[in-house]
T-cell receptor, first 117, second 112 residues
Framework: DTGVSQNPRHKITKRGQNVTFRCDPISEHNRLYWYRQTLGQGPEFLTYFQNEAQLEKSRLLSDRFSAERPKGSFSTLEIQRTEQGDSAMYLC???????????????FGPGTRLTVT | TQLLEQSPQFLSIQEGENLTVYCNSSSVFSSLQWYRQEPGEGPVLLVTVVTGGEVKKLKRLTFQFGDARKDSSLHITAAQPGDTGLYLCAGPTTSGTYKYIFGTGTRLKVLA
């Protein structure tokens, strides 16, 4: 179990450029989540996949945002025409079947910090 | 709309002191998770509480789930500088899609 990995860890881009982030979940986890977190706040839900199906999208996810999980394994989050307000930490998490201790906790990657200049 | 409110927002204490962080909601949750997050990193799962009234201990950390499953607390005994971080509670919504919501967070700083 290598945990959830995200690439890149940091991304600096100019306003108007497109960026793409990748998340590799824990291999046996079928659920994958994307969150956005700004400084000092808790993560805000963006979208969620069960296997390759995108089951829910937040209203925070404007038309400039798109996420895919084509084979039910890794996922990508693309932001088109970035704006300064997109600057944040983008977190990916995965979860598997309910644990014997109860609940289906999520396991997070280290995040991708996006800075839009 | 389900919300999780955490208090206090900020806490700065001396090494060796005890503290309690609260996570409250007006909604019932089937479970709650507690995470700790360090700057520049993703949240790390500490514990999941599932049963109303449940108490779980993790070394110097004690987690409690309220009887009505609407609130939870985290108590740290004899805090150490290594406990410094952002403490987050989170729980699944009742929408049935395994969507989670997070609390606002408590930022703890333990001074040596």
């Amino acid at each position: 179990d290598t945990g959830v990995s995200q690439n890149p860890r940091h991304k600096i881009t100019k306003r108007g450029q497109n960026v793409t982030f990748r998340c590799d979940p824990i291999s046996e986890h079928n659920r994958l989540y994307w969150y956005r977190q700004t400084l000092g706040q808790g993560p805000e839900f963006l979208t969620y996949f069960q296997n390759e199906a995108q089951l829910e999208k937040s209203r925070l996810l404007s038309d400039r945002f798109s996420a895919e999980r084509p084979k039910g394994s890794f996922s990508t989050l693309e932001i088109q025409r970035t704006e300064q307000g997109d600057s944040a930490m983008y977190l990916c998490a995965s979860s598997g079947p309910p644990q014997w201790t109860g609940g289906t906790p999520q396991y997070f990657g280290p995040g991708t910090r996006l800075t839009v200049t | 709309t389900q919300l999780l409110e955490q208090s206090p927002q900020f806490l700065s204490i001396q090494e060796g002191e005890n503290l309690t962080v609260y996570c409250n909601s007006s909604s019932v949750f089937s479970s709650l998770q507690w995470y700790r997050q360090e700057p520049g990193e993703g949240p790390v799962l500490l514990v999941t509480v599932v049963t109303g009234g449940e108490v779980k201990k993790l070394k110097r950390l004690t987690f409690q789930f309220g009887d009505a499953r609407k609130d939870s607390s985290l108590h740290i005994t004899a805090a150490q500088p290594g406990d410094t971080g952002l403490y987050l509670c989170a729980g699944p919504t009742t929408s049935g899609t395994y969507k989670y919501i997070f609390g606002t967070g408590t930022r703890l700083k333990v001074l040596a």
